[in-house]
């Protein structure tokens, strides 16, 4: 029997929402194992289907830089959020972006590529940990494209023009005006940083996330006591808000509230005289995955009492 410990039991309620009592019972039920406690609360309809955000430690910056049909977007870390507003930290942030632009998004060119007669990227970065006395980190990077139309962006909490805390891409395929299609593109992003789906279509949905889905929906209508036939129209009603919940497309717009983004696409395709397709997103929020190592405040204070 694994031992289930205050910390583990704390991580299952930071990522589920349920209660200490409850996560201690269900990691008991499981043995220690974390996904399998979240699906055993899930079962038991004391966790919802997303996991809520990893609280994190990283600071830095997030930089978008797009140029019509082409975008790109970087997470740059360092060690606290005072770095965020040094100037020669954005500067340094934003030169990265439009390199990221050049390199298409490939993480390992961006980091060998040239900077600004500093050596490559990496090597400015080590001059600038130098510099600003903290450890700085390009974390990662991507690009998004389309054949025909507009990359729009959106940054969330910008501390500078293009880069802030949470940064999303958004591709649109048109023959459309372009300036109409780039103004949507930029509520469609917006939406995309509030929403925070996982997929763009309901097809793109990963099969074995679908399925460990399907099973907990199932298990959850089959404590109903009603008959398979009514059990299966039950886990169909309720994938389709799991649907609405991370799949882009199926999501309720937040712009109005109202219409589904699908249909929203739709709108704006009537409005340029020209399909649309929304064709992918990108989206990075600083620090998500990075755990924060959580002190004890009070031990502290007391030690240095102590010291």
């Not at 979240?38 to 309809?45: I, N, S, T």
């Amino acid at each position: 029997m694994a031992e289930i410990t205050a910390a583990l039991v704390k991580e299952l309620r930071d990522s589920t929402g349920a209660g200490m009592m409850d996560c201690k019972k269900a990691l008991t039920a499981v043995d220690g194992d974390m996904e399998a406690a979240v699906d055993w609360l899930r079962k038991a309809g004391m966790a919802s289907a997303a996991k809520k955000a990893s609280r994190v430690a990283a600071e830095g910056l997030v930089a978008v830089q797009t140029s019509g049909a082409s975008g790109a977007i970087v997470e740059i870390n360092a060690e606290t959020d005072f770095v965020a507003r040094n100037e020669q930290f954005q500067e340094f942030v934003g030169k990265v972006a439009h390199i990221a632009m050049e390199q298409g998004g490939d993480f390992g060119k961006i980091r060998n590529a040239p900077f600004d007669g500093a050596g490559t990227v990496d090597e400015a970065a080590k001059k600038l940990v130098a510099t600003i006395g903290e450890n700085i980190n390009l974390r990662r990077s991507e690009a998004l494209n389309v054949s025909n139309g507009v990359v729009a962006s959106y940054i969330h909490n910008a501390v500078m023009p293009d880069s802030g805390r949470i940064g999303v891409l958004v591709g649109l395929e048109s023959d459309g005006d372009k300036e109409k299609l780039m103004a949507a593109g930029r509520q469609l992003a917006m939406h995309v940083a509030a929403a925070a789906p996982q997929w763009t279509d309901i097809s793109e949905v990963d099969p074995t996330v679908l399925e460990r889905e399907r099973t907990i929906l199932a298990d959850q209508a089959k404590v109903s006591g009603k008959p398979d036939e009514i059990v299966e129209k039950m886990v169909e009603g309720r994938l389709r808000k799991f649907y609405e919940e991370v799949v882009l497309l199926e999501q309720i717009y937040v712009i109005d509230g109202e219409s589904k983004v699908r249909k929203a696409v739709e709108a704006l395709a009537t409005d340029i005289g020209a399909p649309v397709k929304l064709t992918g997103f990108v989206r990075f929020v600083l620090g998500e995955g990075i755990a924060r190592e959580e002190g004890d405040f009070a031990a502290e204070v007391a030690a240095v009492a102590k010291g």
